[in-house]
């Protein structure tokens, strides 16, 4: 694609894919605690709780290039430990056990992680 000319929009690119990655895990994370888009709220004090803390508030400062490479190794280990609790046990590969969601968070926040906010983001840190 670089040849394509497309190369010299990696950056922003990047800072739409962090930002709109961001916002959508926070929504898994609202439809546990808040209830909200359709979800119901589930016990604070409960694995659940936790893990839709950890979406909400996580999805949020991945969105705005806070504390990003924390929050984002955070978020892939709990998109790890969701894989391998609940869909696992269901059948080996992802797309039997409709764990391809989870999958494409955790490799996809490991690399947030790796590369940082980004241009758009507060932290401003990025590894190209």
């Known amino acids: 694609m670089a040849g394509l000319g497309f190369g010299r929009f990696a950056p922003h690119l990047y800072?739409?894919?962090?930002?709109?990655?961001?916002?959508l895990f926070a929504c898994h994370g609202a439809q546990k605690l808040l209830g909200l888009f359709g979800g119901h709220r589930v016990p604070l004090a409960s694995q659940l709780g936790v893990a839709s803390i950890i979406e909400l508030g996580g999805g949020l400062l991945i969105a705005v290039g806070l504390?990003?490479?924390?929050?984002?190794i955070i978020a892939a280990a709990e998109?790890?430990?969701?894989?391998?609790?609940?869909?696992?046990?269901?059948?080996l590969v992802p797309i039997q056990n409709s764990g391809e969601l989870a999958v494409l968070y955790c490799f996809l926040f490991l690399y947030i992680a790796a590369r940082g906010a980004g241009p758009w983001g507060i932290d401003r840190s990025s590894v190209r």
Do not use: C, E, K
């Open 67 to 72: 504390l990003t490479s924390i929050a984002a």
């Open 15 to 23: 800072a739409l894919l962090r930002i709109v990655s961001g916002l």
């Open 79 to 91: 998109m790890a430990v969701a894989y391998f609790q609940v869909h696992l046990p269901r059948g």
